[in-house]
């Protein structure tokens, strides 16, 4: 028997069994899977936190190593990497499931979305670029019409790249593989809720991935296979809901990251104003620059081959010596990590709020309800004053709850699935804390602080708009 292993910090080992599993191994060495290891796991988050500087490439073996050990509960007659052709395409689908993720991954979306908004007559025109930057479009392209999709067919014939794009992207409905790839418990989940805090060097709760996977069993019905655990591994279920729940604001929504995603979207999507112009050079790139090439031709993969986080760090000295000044300003400040400050008006909400007795006989949910509410109507209305809302301002929002139950009696592949007095239930229905009905909100306002003044202005301003929309609410 063939076999092969690559060292991994999170799981030890990531191994490589049996000809169809070594096959998939030949996969990292494609050009658009080398890609990811110059596509940082989490964009701009090692401006706040330096040791996070791991890459999809090594996040996408991660998930393969969970995928593998998920997979031999479902198919335990497997032996040596002799999979069916459905769980061959699992493996390959957890490995190829970020291959389409352009550079900082959703802060590129991000960019192409300002660019829409700013130029929406673009919106027509060029529908390509669109979908371009949607990684999931993206990975299924790849998957179906690149070198990457030659070798699936080679492995699993003609049909197979189709199977596995459909499991990336859930088209298979019920089905237990798909739910190893994408799911509220799957291997991507599973593996970035150890390996992000782990780099990052944040305290999480952590998860017991051992004993989780120890106490897995498959069950069916009329909703398909499923994965679930009985009552005593459901703690662990539990701890890993509320880790994920609790990198949100610790990481993936920290107010540094978040503020340097939006100034790369903002500069990114001002330079492909300059293109569409045809005026590249004022962005101080050349006609062949990929920025120009992936915008005129955004459905040749060729082009999307180029677009990494190299890509942008090696283009920023020009960006900087360019004649346009809102490109200029933006690439120095981020050279330099100036970032744009902030005002997080829930904060300043929750401010306004301590010492009321009204607010404090409300439960946690119906607080957070409540608060959720008046910022977001506060913060709808300041972006509608002309005369104080500026181009350099931007209104950051972000929801995330806990967990999304489906109360599924009976189980269901897109569930967390728990087996209580021989009934399988969702988690929600048992978990008091997931039942909880938790999630994390985000308010935040960022604004371009070269005009003296202008930050504590608008505070002032926020701070009456919330003073207001709160003695209204209690009329």
Not at 260 to 275: D, H, K, N, Q, T
Not at 387 to 402: N, V
Request: hydrophobic share 40%; with cysteine.
């Amino acid at each position: 028997m063939i076999a092969k292993m690559i060292k991994d910090p999170i799981h030890g080992f990531v191994e490589f069994e049996g000809n169809a599993e070594n096959a998939l191994k030949d996969l990292l060495s494609d050009p658009f899977f080398q890609r990811l290891r110059r596509v940082k796991q989490l964009g701009f988050s090692d401006y706040v936190f330096p040791s996070a500087t791991h890459s999809r490439f090594a996040h996408s073996l991660g998930v393969y190593s969970v995928a593998k050990r998920m997979l031999s509960v479902v198919e335990p007659e497997a032996r040596q990497g002799n999979w069916s052709l459905e769980g061959q395409a699992c493996l390959a689908a957890a490995l190829l499931h970020d291959v389409g993720h352009g550079m900082f991954s959703h802060a590129f979306e991000k960019a192409m979305e300002f660019y829409f908004q700013r130029n929406p007559e673009q919106g027509e025109q060029r529908i390509g670029l669109k979908e371009a930057v949607d990684h999931e479009k993206v990975s299924r392209k790849i998957i179906l019409e690149s070198s990457v999709g030659t070798a699936l067919t080679k492995l699993g014939g003609k049909e197979f790249p189709q199977l596995v794009a459909d499991m990336i992207t859930k088209s298979r409905k019920g089905c237990i593989h798909t739910s190893i790839v994408s799911s509220q418990l799957d291997a991507d989940r599973l593996d970035y809720a150890k390996r992000d805090p782990y780099f990052a060097g944040v305290s999480s709760g952590g998860i017991d991935l051992d004993w989780l996977i120890r106490n897995f069993k498959t069950g069916e019905s009329q909703n398909g296979r499923f994965l679930y655990v009985n009552s005593k591994a459901y703690i662990s279920l539990e701890q890993f809901t509320v880790t994920l729940f609790q990198l949100y604001p610790t990481l993936y929504l920290h107010k540094k990251t978040r503020g340097l995603e939006y100034m790369f979207a903002l500069l990114m999507s001002r330079v492909f104003e300059l293109i569409a112009d045809g005026d590249e050079a004022a962005a101080g790139i050349s006609a062949d620059h990929p920025f120009v090439r992936f915008f005129h031709k955004p459905d040749d993969l060729e082009n999307a081959l180029l677009l990494d986080d190299t890509l942008f760090w090696g283009s920023l000295y020009l960006l900087q010596r360019a004649s346009d000044q809102s490109i200029a300003a933006i690439a120095r400040r981020i050279a330099s990590r100036k970032i744009y400050p902030m005002h997080d008006v829930w904060k300043m909400a929750d401010e306004a709020v301590a010492g009321d007795s009204r607010i404090q006989k409300l439960t946690a949910v119906e607080r957070v309800a409540k608060l959720h509410c008046v910022c977001k109507e506060v913060c709808e209305e300041i972006s509608k004053n002309e005369k104080l809302w500026s181009d350099g301002c931007y209104y950051d929002t972000y929801d995330r709850p806990i967990y999304k139950p489906k109360n599924m009696v009976g189980g269901d592949t897109q569930q967390i699935n728990v087996e209580v007095g021989g009934k399988i239930v969702d988690i929600a229905s048992i978990s008091p804390v997931v039942a909880s009905a938790a999630s994390f909100n985000i308010h935040r306002i960022y604004y371009d602080d070269r005009v003296a003044g202008y930050g504590q202005i608008l505070e002032t301003e926020l701070r009456i708009l919330i003073a207001k929309k709160l003695s209204a609410a209690e009329e």
